[in-house]
Structures are given as C-alpha cells and as structure tokens.
C-alpha cells in the first residue's frame, strides 16, 4: 500500500512538472513577410501564412500549448484557421491537432503521417483528412501554396511547404538551422535522404527565400547551403572511415570528424556531435 501511495506520488510530480514545463512557455511571433509569420514556443516552429480570409497553420506543437497558440494566431488573425498542415507524424509538431481541428479546418499531410497517426492510436480528430503522395499545390485566393513530399529524410513522411508569392518555405525537420538535425531512422529517415530533400528545396526556392526551419531560428538560403555542406562532408568522412574498416566504436570516438561543426556549435542543441555519428554510421549501415 505504501509502495502505491509513494508511486502515485511520483506520477502526480512527473505530471506537474510537465504541466509546468508547458506553463512557462510563452509564445513568440514573428512576421516573416507581408502575410506569413513564424510563431515560436516549445517543440516545432509554427508557420501562420494569411490571404483574405483563408489561413493556412503549418505544424501546432505541444497539445498542453494550444490555448496560447491560439491567443497569438488571434494576434494576427481573427479569420478561422482553413488548412493545418502537418510537415511529418512527430508529437512536437502535431500534438495540437485535435485542438485545431474544427468544421472549418482541413488537417493535410503526407500519407504515411495520417497512418503513423492512425497507428499511435489516435482520435478521428487529430487524423490528416487530405492527404497527399508526391506533391498537392493549394489554390488560395491570391496565392500558391506547394507542398513536396521529400522521400526517407527526416521520417518516411517529411513534407515542406513553399508559398510561392511570398517567398517563403517551411521546411519541417528537414532542416535544423545550426544545428545536427535528428534523422529518425526508425521512422524512415536517412542520411542520404536528408541531403537529397535539401537539395531538392533548394532547387526550388531562390537566393531570396526566407526559410522556416523546424527547429531553430528564420533562416536564409545561405545557411540551408552551409548545412547541406555541412552534412555532405561529415557523412563524406564516415563513409571513407567505414570502407577502410574503421570500427563503428572508432567512427564514434572520432571528434575530428565533427571538430570544425562542433566550435562553429552544430552539436549544442538536441543532438550533439556523438549521437550525429552514431546516426549517421547507422544509416550508411542500413
Ligand atoms: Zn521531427
């Protein structure tokens, strides 16, 4: 009996410490272009893009989160939210699905997110209604909205949303600004898929494209090259590694082989330079 009360008590503290991990967030918005805004918080960055009365939401974070999310679209908009459109399955990108999902909104995503969602068992609400296989262009009143499927990157289901008019593309967790991106190899994601979806946005935006990264600041097509370079070259150095032989232990050891990504600060975000690695050993390894 004693043990039951003092377990129940620790999960009565693990819940309030991730209620209260959430009560601190604050959210922050910022204009991106005439009509698109960035909105930040906790988990992936949020794209709000307006024309006339249509509103297209890209991505919505945390569930725990959805009430100041909508305080702050409200800031901006007062029109309902017409397209939500989820760049991959993760929680921190669609864990508010069901609490923007109403009569007026249309959820879209790829269609492994809608079956991964379906999957993790979740709601008739939270579950893409849209969903699209290679590409889906959007028509809104005065823009183009275009949503590519990129194959095997960051999951099996990685789309980026490009508005044309505005010059403006949300590239999901395709791209961590700065960072060593997560690759969920468990999910479908590789590195060889990842640079390719990368190059593939750069084929079609231009010099003058604001991105929106899935995590990490606004970016500019500038550093959406240097990470391509970035990963070519540290994947370049481990493949020749794994074709000499050099053991996985070795390969994972080997700081050189990040050094001059690690003082620039590539591994001070969620993964850091060993885990980039080990990722990356891995996928070449499949
Ligand atoms: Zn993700």
């Given at each position: 009996m004693k043990n039951i009360l003092s377990l129940l008590a620790f999960l009565v503290t693990i819940t309030a410490c991730a209620q209260d991990r959430f009560a601190k967030v604050q959210i922050e918005s910022t204009e991106v272009s005439e009509n698109t805004f960035m909105l930040t918080g906790s988990g992936g960055n949020i794209m709000i893009a307006i024309d006339k009365e249509k509103v297209v939401m890209i991505d919505d974070q945390f569930a725990p989160l959805s009430d100041k999310i909508k305080d702050a679209i409200g800031e901006i908009t007062e029109y309902p939210i017409a397209y939500l459109i989820n760049t991959h399955h993760h929680g921190d990108h669609t864990g508010g699905n069901g609490n923007f999902n109403s009569k007026e909104t249309t959820i879209v995503a790829h269609v492994n997110v809608k079956e991964r969602l379906i999957a993790e068992g979740?709601?008739?609400?939270?579950?893409?209604?849209m969903t699209l296989e290679e590409e889906l262009e959007l028509q809104l009143p005065t823009q183009t909205c275009l949503l590519i499927h990129v194959h095997n990157?960051?999951?099996d289901g990685d789309t980026f949303i490009y508005f044309i008019e505005e010059n403006v593309v949300h590239m999901g967790d395709v791209f961590f600004n700065a960072r060593y991106p997560y690759i969920d190899l468990k999910s479908g994601g590789s590195i060889d898929g990842y640079i390719i979806a990368q190059q593939r946005v750069i084929e079609t935006i231009n010099k003058d494209t604001k991105i929106i990264p899935g995590h990490g600041t606004l970016a500019s097509y500038e550093d959406l090259v240097n990470n391509i370079e970035m990963l070519t070259d540290i994947k370049g150095k481990i493949e020749y590694l794994i074709r000499t032989g050099v053991s996985k232990e070795d390969i994972i050891k080997d700081e050189t082989i990040t050094a001059v990504y690690d003082e620039q600060?590539?591994?001070?975000?969620?993964?850091n330079s060993e885990r980039f690695r080990t990722t990356i050993y891995e996928s070449l390894k499949k």
């Amino acid at each position: 009996m004693k043990n039951i009360l003092s377990l129940l008590a620790f999960l009565v503290t693990i819940t309030a410490c991730a209620q209260d991990r959430f009560a601190k967030v604050q959210i922050e918005s910022t204009e991106v272009s005439e009509n698109t805004f960035m909105l930040t918080g906790s988990g992936g960055n949020i794209m709000i893009a307006i024309d006339k009365e249509k509103v297209v939401m890209i991505d919505d974070q945390f569930a725990p989160l959805s009430d100041k999310i909508k305080d702050a679209i409200g800031e901006i908009t007062e029109y309902p939210i017409a397209y939500l459109i989820n760049t991959h399955h993760h929680g921190d990108h669609t864990g508010g699905n069901g609490n923007f999902n109403s009569k007026e909104t249309t959820i879209v995503a790829h269609v492994n997110v809608k079956e991964r969602l379906i999957a993790e068992g979740k709601e008739e609400n939270f579950i893409p209604e849209m969903t699209l296989e290679e590409e889906l262009e959007l028509q809104l009143p005065t823009q183009t909205c275009l949503l590519i499927h990129v194959h095997n990157a960051h999951t099996d289901g990685d789309t980026f949303i490009y508005f044309i008019e505005e010059n403006v593309v949300h590239m999901g967790d395709v791209f961590f600004n700065a960072r060593y991106p997560y690759i969920d190899l468990k999910s479908g994601g590789s590195i060889d898929g990842y640079i390719i979806a990368q190059q593939r946005v750069i084929e079609t935006i231009n010099k003058d494209t604001k991105i929106i990264p899935g995590h990490g600041t606004l970016a500019s097509y500038e550093d959406l090259v240097n990470n391509i370079e970035m990963l070519t070259d540290i994947k370049g150095k481990i493949e020749y590694l794994i074709r000499t032989g050099v053991s996985k232990e070795d390969i994972i050891k080997d700081e050189t082989i990040t050094a001059v990504y690690d003082e620039q600060g590539f591994g001070s975000g969620f993964i850091n330079s060993e885990r980039f690695r080990t990722t990356i050993y891995e996928s070449l390894k499949k």
